[in-house]
């Protein structure tokens, strides 16, 4: 096992710590996110309220402690649809060949013909706005890269000489893509995935800044920054600056998580 | 069940390529017997390594089988159905290859590429299983079985890998043994270790062994009998001490002859021109714009193989004195 570097460590803490907060955010959480207070609207940071609150009284730091529960749950939920689906037409595809592979490629392509963020924007706001339906137009934008990663990875490891080895000693093909090539197909996409995530709640939160994700009130993180952001003319930076900042810190979590796993998971370096 | 354990008889191989269609085997004739080991000799690209995977089945497009017969244990290879090829693959026929460290696979442990293999021809598992894969551990002569049964193929040498790769060979009890260029890349003197391991495992198992080089030093060292091939054709076959001693046909004398001795120069001169292209096969004799013995007729008609006596044959009108 090889000592990790301290970017992957950070990395991993930050991961780990936001997985924390998620898991136990109705505990760590002062306040309610969802309890008004007309009477504190507005107030900046503070000793009683740390991050401050918003328009409505809310409690800004509570809000941002259950937002990341949710929008790691979009994260995970949208990565982890795109990479079986995406997973699964890519390994078909590769393994394949042929027309099989011309024709699932083909409609990958057709999906990566658009602006990512364009289109999810069009098909959230064609299933309308949801939590479901904002993981699943997540998902169908990722479902490509994932499908080409695989498929270039069958591809190399399919007439790799292990391969052709293995059918060699009398292993059905069925068995030779699930033993030995898709073992050897895990680390980039597991990389990718994890670098994915970030890009998922950037996605998540861009959508629900705009509308077409979750709705006000509640506490997303990109839902928040939109409810903020007329305030940050009048000074009041707070209300939109935390829930950046949750964003922010999130995505370099999972990028240097990212980055670092796929050194990691080489195998010469286990 | 009589006649050889493997015959073939007339394999063809073709490869469709935009260029036109690439005869690569035009008519391989060679019998392997129980309990023999015989070599296949050749320069690079006269298909040997294209017979072996032919014999298996394993040939990718476009590559594919054009004509010709295989039998092996009294069953007819090339009509067999898949599933009961994958039968013959690993218990009936195994191969080692070239580089071995890239023909195992590099994320899981030599014990568990073992386990996997015995779990499926042996259906054992556990206890027996381990003891099964330490006594092939033993069988191949590997150092220290517990820690390369935990080790991943990088972690070993080359030659190491070689001896995994064999213990996995003979871990479905196979008949025959093909073993393509399997001492190519190692060092000689690791080389002389692998042909000696081979070497005992057909006097203790009776393991009938294919090995196919371009090292006529391999040949000498580690075979009964030899074919030698060119162009897609077996030229001339001999036990090996005879093939040595008296060459007949006109390329096996060369292809001796450039052999590098110590303290002689290589007599004659290197074997002018190259290896025919297969999409551009000369008429009659492929081998006669670059034989030194080479008469007209050559051009014209293909020698059929002349038998000379038992067990040796020669495809050569003018076959050397």
């Not at chain 2, 009936?92 to 293999?117: E, H, K, S, Y």
Request: charged share 15%; glycine share 12%.
């Amino acid at each position: 096992m090889t000592r990790l570097d301290p970017a992957t460590c950070g990395g991993l803490a930050i991961t780990l710590a936001l997985v924390l907060v998620a898991l136990l955010a109705p505990w760590v959480a002062p306040h309610d996110p969802y309890a008004t207070d007309a009477g504190r609207a507005l107030r900046p940071p503070s000793l009683a309220h740390p991050f401050g609150t918003g328009v409505f009284g809310e409690d800004i730091l509570s809000r941002v402690l259950w937002g990341a529960r949710l929008d790691l749950l979009i994260a995970a939920g949208a990565v982890g649809f795109a990479l079986v689906l995406g997973g699964a037409l890519g390994a078909i595809a590769g393994f394949a060949g042929g027309l099989t592979d011309e024709g699932l490629m083909r409609g990958m392509d057709v999906l990566q013909a658009f602006p990512n963020f364009i289109l999810a924007l069009g098909i959230a706001a064609a299933l309308g706005p949801s939590l479901p339906n904002l993981i699943v137009a997540i998902a169908l934008t990722n479902v490509p890269v994932y499908a080409r990663l695989m498929r270039s990875q069958v591809l190399t490891q399919r007439t790799a000489p292990y391969a052709l080895a293995a059918v060699g000693v009398g292993n059905p093909m069925g068995r030779v893509l699930f033993i030995h090539l898709l073992p050897n197909t895990w680390s980039p996409i597991l990389v990718q995935a994890t670098l994915q995530s970030g890009w998922a709640i950037l996605q998540a939160a861009g959508l629900s800044f705009i509308g077409l994700g979750v709705r006000v009130p509640t506490p997303e993180w990109g839902v928040m920054i939109g409810m903020g952001v007329q305030q940050v003319t009048a000074g009041q930076w707070w209300v939109a600056f935390f829930p950046g900042l949750a964003i922010m810190v999130a995505v370099i979590g999972l990028n240097l998580l990212g980055d670092g796993l796929q050194d990691w998971l080489d195998p010469k370096r286990r | 069940m009589s006649g050889p354990l493997l015959e073939i008889r007339g394999l063809r191989v073709e490869f469709a390529t935009p260029r036109g269609v690439a005869r690569v085997l035009v008519g391989v004739d060679l019998d392997v017997d129980r309990g023999e080991v015989v070599g296949l000799v050749g320069e690079s690209g006269c298909g040997k390594s294209v017979t072996a995977l032919a014999v298996l089945r394993l040939l990718r497009a476009p590559g594919r089988v054009s004509g010709g017969r295989v039998r092996f244990q009294g069953r007819d290879l090339l009509a067999l159905p898949e599933p009961g090829m994958r039968g013959v693959r690993g218990r009936g026929i195994a191969m080692i290859f070239q580089a071995p460290r890239d023909c195992l696979n590099p994320v899981l442990t030599i014990g568990r590429q073992l386990g996997l293999l015995l779990a499926r021809h042996d259906r054992v598992a556990g206890g027996a299983a381990t003891a099964r894969a330490r006594e092939l551990c033993e069988m191949v002569e590997l150092p220290d079985p517990e820690r390369v049964l935990r080790a991943y193929p990088h972690e070993l040498s080359g030659g190491m890998c070689q001896r995994a790769m064999i213990a996995l060979a003979l871990a479905c009890r196979p008949a025959l043994l093909i073993a393509d260029e399997a001492t190519t890349a190692l060092d000689v003197t690791v080389q002389l270790q692998i042909l000696l391991l081979l070497r005992g495992l057909r006097d203790t198992l009776g393991l009938a062994q294919l090995i196919i080089t371009h090292n006529l030093g391999v040949v000498a060292e580690a075979c009964q009998r030899v074919a030698v091939m060119y162009a897609g054709e077996i030229v001339e076959t001999a036990a090996v001490g005879e093939l040595f001693a008296a060459p007949r046909h006109p390329y096996t004398r060369r292809l001796l002859a450039a052999r590098p001795r110590i303290g002689a120069a290589p007599d004659g001169e290197p074997i002018p021109g190259s290896v025919p292209d297969p999409l551009a096969r000369p008429p009659g004799c492929a081998f006669h714009p670059r034989c030194h013995r080479a008469q007209p007729r050559c051009g014209e008609q293909h020698p059929e193989p002349a038998v000379l006596g038992p067990g040796r044959t020669v495809r050569c009108y003018y076959p050397e004195p």
